[in-house]
């Protein structure tokens, strides 16, 4: 069972998770979640919240429910998956792995997940330079559709960090040669020690990043090239399962079993190549004000010290 905390933003957070996985109108989708959380309708539910005072309940939300108020309404949805496949900071399922692992001691890795902002038109001269106010990204939003998208692989608590890397640092950082430097390794250090010792869905990194950055101002910055991901298990094992899913999730094609069971099959830079899923490709759009190509990669980072049998492998220190 999926539980939502009741407040306007939270209510907004779930539509925006839904509407991105789901083809709904909108009104229908207002109507449906009125209707899981127990609401005669989606007034009821709005008044409700304007006459909510002290503490905030949290409603348990009921897939049957919304599912018959949307054939009823005429939206019948095919494959719902269940409100519990939605887990962020305002829906939280009793079964929610993620608990169990910001309450006792999980195994934390950090994976760059490396994009490519669209700047056709800008070059064109049909679109002003975009820039990225970091104050105002929705990161939960993003972690969200992030923790969805990459839900296959073990169970797993997905973090990010409020900052990004621009394109700005990684050119200057690409042209010093320095393989660490170029993989911004040392950014997801920063952010694994962080990671350590806050508990938030969100870590801040602002000041800790702030030297690395070559454009320190980040409300108004480029668009990001890079945006590290913190992955959280019970083990190494279950968060480098996690990665292989999410490669593959991404067609990665060196993810592939054909290559992974024949070591002396050939590869080359375009094996390590993904691509977007669609609902990514919007999330990012509608989070940093500009389009993407639908090009990126997944690659590890840093992560807490490795067993024995995983240092040397791959790209594993």
Request: aromatic share 10%; with cysteine; net charge negative.
């Amino acid at each position: 069972m999926a539980y939502l905390t009741l407040t306007a933003p939270n209510l907004k957070l779930l539509k925006d998770q839904i509407r991105d996985a789901y083809k709904i109108p909108s009104s229908h989708l207002s109507e449906a979640i009125a209707a899981a959380l127990g609401f005669g309708s989606h007034a009821a539910l709005n008044a409700h919240l304007k006459g909510q005072t002290g503490q905030f309940m949290s409603l348990p939300l009921f897939d049957s429910l919304f599912e018959e108020r949307l054939r009823t309404l005429g939206s019948p949805i095919q494959d719902w998956r269940g409100f519990d496949k939605f887990g962020s900071s305002a829906v939280i399922s009793d079964e929610e792995p993620g608990a169990r692992f910001r309450h006792g001691k999980a195994f934390r890795m950090v994976y760059n997940f490396w994009l490519a902002p669209n700047f056709e038109r800008v070059l064109a001269g049909k679109a002003q330079r975009p820039y990225v106010n970091h104050d105002l990204v929705d990161f939960e939003y993003l972690r969200s559709v992030i923790a969805d998208e990459f839900r296959f692989g073990s169970p797993v608590e997905i973090r990010l960090a409020n900052d990004t890397i621009d394109q700005v640092t990684a050119h200057v950082r690409e042209a010093t040669r320095d393989l660490n430097l170029m993989k911004c390794h040392d950014f997801a250090e920063l952010l694994l020690g962080e990671a350590q010792s806050q508990s938030t869905p969100i870590v801040d990194v602002r000041s800790e990043w702030k030297p690395l950055h070559q454009l320190k101002e980040r409300r108004h910055a480029p668009p990001p090239v890079l945006v590290p991901i913190v992955v959280e298990s019970s083990d190494a094992e279950d968060g480098i399962f996690w990665s292989q899913q999410a490669r593959m999730r991404l067609n990665v094609r060196a993810a592939n079993p054909e290559f992974l069971f024949n070591p002396s099959q050939k590869q080359n830079d375009d094996d390590q190549q993904g691509y977007l899923t669609d609902r990514l490709h919007k999330a990012l759009a509608k989070c940093f004000n500009t389009p993407y190509l639908p090009y990126c990669q997944l690659d590890w980072a840093a992560s807490d010290p490795l067993p024995a049998e995983y240092q040397g492998l791959g790209g594993f220190r």
